[in-house]
C-alpha cells in the first residue's frame, strides 16, 4: 500500500492543452503542443537519461516537462509568463517530481544559460535564431539539443550549397554542429494552431569545435550573403565592405610595424586574394565550409581581418 500512496504522490495534475483561465499569447509564441505521441517523439529522440539536466524553454503549460521530470534527474524550464509559471508549478506541486523541477522566470536571450546535458525545447519562433546561436557558443559543450522550429527555419538549417533555402544560417550552424531534420509536425498539433507548419531538429555540438574564430569567419560569410547570388568578385566591391577591411587592414600593419604604400588601395588587395585562391567568380549559395575556410585564410595570411 505505500508503493501505491507514493504513486499517486508521482503523478501530476492533467493540465495538456490550456488550463482554466489561460488565454494563449501567439504575440510571443505561445503555442502549446498538444498531441501527447508528438510529446513521447519528441523524448524518444532526446535518448534522456537519468542523470541528466534539461534546459526547456518556453515549457507552457507543462506537456513536455512533466514527462520529462519522469525520465530525468532534472528540469531548468525558462518561461517568461508568469501566468505559465503559475500553471506549470501548480501541475507538479505535491509530487515527488516538484523537487527536479528548477523554473527560470525572464527572457532566455538576456541571461546566461545554466549548466545541461541536453537542451529539448518548442521554441517562441520569434527567437529561433538568436537562441541557436546562443546555445552553439555556449560552454561547457552539451551532448545535443531537440527543438521545434518553424518549417523554413529548420530546413534552412540543414541547406546544403546549392538549394535555394542555403544561407548564412545554413553554414554558420552547420560549421558548428551536426544538424538533422527529425520530423514535420503540423499545426493542428498545437493549440491554439499556428499559421505555419513545424520541424523538430537534433542539433548536436562538434566537440571539440572547428580551429576558427568564428566572428572573423561570420565576417566574411555575412559579407558573401548579402547578396548570395552575386560572385565575391562583385560582393567585396562594396565601398562599406572596403571601409571597414581598409580600417582593419590599417591596424593589422600598424600592430605588426608593416610599412603600407602611399598608392596602396584596399580594392586591388581583395581582388588579389579573392582571384589567388580561385573564388573570385565562385558565387556564396555554392560554396561550402571548406571553400570559405580557404577564403578566410587567403585573407588573414594578406593581413586582411573581418572582426
Known amino acids: 500500500m505505500p508503493k501505491v500512496k507514493a504513486e499517486k504522490r508521482c503523478r501530476p495534475q492533467r493540465r495538456e492543452g490550456q488550463g482554466p483561465g489561460i488565454m494563449f499569447n501567439t504575440g510571443i509564441g505561445q ?28 515549457p507552457g ?131 491554439p494552431p499556428p499559421k505555419v507548419e513545424s520541424s523538430v531538429v537534433r542539433i548536436e555540438p562538434k ?20 547578396r548570395k547570388n552575386k560572385t565575391l568578385s562583385a560582393a567585396f566591391k562594396s565601398s562599406a565592405v572596403q571601409q571597414l577591411l581598409d580600417q582593419n587592414y590599417r591596424i593589422h600593419c600598424s600592430i605588426h610595424n608593416i610599412e603600407i604604400p602611399e598608392d596602396f588601395k584596399i580594392a586591388e588587395k581583395i581582388q588579389m586574394v579573392l582571384k589567388n585562391t580561385g573564388f573570385s567568380e565562385k558565387r556564396a549559395r555554392s560554396m561550402d565550409i571548406d571553400d570559405f575556410i580557404r577564403v578566410l585564410h587567403g585573407f588573414n595570411s594578406e593581413g586582411i581581418h573581418f572582426s
Not at 31 to 56: C, F, G, Q, S
Not at 207 to 226: C, K, S
Request: aromatic share 8%; with cysteine.
Open 31 to 58: 503555442h502549446i503542443l498538444k498531441n501527447p505521441l508528438i510529446v513521447n517523439n519528441i523524448i524518444e529522440k532526446a535518448a534522456l537519461r537519468p542523470t541528466d539536466v534539461v534546459l526547456e524553454v518556453g
Open 61 to 191: 503549460t507543462g506537456n513536455l516537462t512533466v514527462k520529462m521530470l519522469e525520465k530525468v534527474k532534472k528540469v531548468i524550464a525558462c518561461e517568461l509568463d508568469t501566468r505559465l509559471v503559475g500553471e506549470l508549478q501548480k501541475r507538479v506541486q505535491g509530487t515527488c517530481l516538484a523537487n527536479k523541477l528548477e523554473i527560470k522566470v525572464g527572457d532566455v536571450l538576456k541571461t546566461d544559460l545554466p549548466f545541461f546535458d541536453t537542451c529539448v525545447a518548442n521554441l517562441p519562433y520569434q527567437i529561433s535564431s538568436p537562441f541557436v546561436f546562443k546555445l552553439l557558443l555556449h560552454r561547457p559543450f552539451f551532448r545535443c539539443a531537440i527543438l521545434m522550429f518553424q518549417r523554413e527555419f529548420a530546413l534552412r538549417l540543414v541547406a546544403k550549397p546549392g538549394n535555394k533555402l542555403y544561407c548564412r544560417l545554413s553554414i554558420n550552424t552547420q560549421l558548428l554542429a551536426r544538424v538533422d531534420h527529425l520530423m514535420k509536425v503540423g499545426r493542428n498539433n498545437f493549440k
Open 207 to 226: 566537440n571539440p569545435p572547428p580551429p576558427i574564430n568564428f566572428q572573423e569567419w561570420d565576417g566574411l560569410v555575412r559579407i558573401a550573403f548579402v
